[in-house]
């Protein structure tokens, strides 16, 4: 499956129980599972604030190298014209 940062559902309704709601920039997401994992970071399948699914990563900053973040963070907002990308959304 293609995380396109949002990815559309076909329709239904999403039921959640024992989710944890993280807030980002104050809009809340709802982590769902883990769907990858490196060495500083997770990234979850969640319900955006519009209830969309989507992807959040999640970094341990006490272990991440931060420069290396913020370059990601760069890389990715120069790549937002190109379709390949996964959209950022927040950070």
Same mark, same amino acid.
Request: with cysteine; aromatic share 8%.
């Given at each position: 499956?293609?995380? !396109?940062?949002?990815?559309?559902? *076909?329709?239904?309704?999403?039921?959640?129980?024992?989710?944890?709601?993280?807030?980002?920039?104050?809009?809340? +997401?709802?982590?769902l $599972?883990?769907?990858?994992?490196g060495?500083?970071s997770?990234? +979850?399948?969640?319900?955006?604030?519009?209830?969309?699914l989507?992807a959040?990563?999640c970094v !341990?900053?006490?272990?991440?190298?931060?420069? *290396?973040?913020?370059?990601?963070i *760069?890389l990715?907002?120069?790549?937002?014209?190109? $379709?390949?990308?996964?959209?950022?959304? !927040?950070?």
């Open positions: 499956m293609k995380f !396109d940062a949002v990815v559309r559902l *076909s329709g239904g309704h999403h039921y959640v129980q024992d989710c944890r709601t993280q807030l980002i920039n104050g809009k809340p +997401y709802v982590l $599972s883990v769907i990858g994992r060495g500083s997770k990234v +979850y399948e969640a319900l955006g604030p519009d209830m969309k989507c959040v990563k !341990d900053i006490d272990v991440a190298d931060e420069q *290396s973040y913020r370059n990601e *760069s990715l907002q120069r790549l937002q014209h190109c $379709s390949e990308i996964v959209r950022l959304y !927040d950070q």
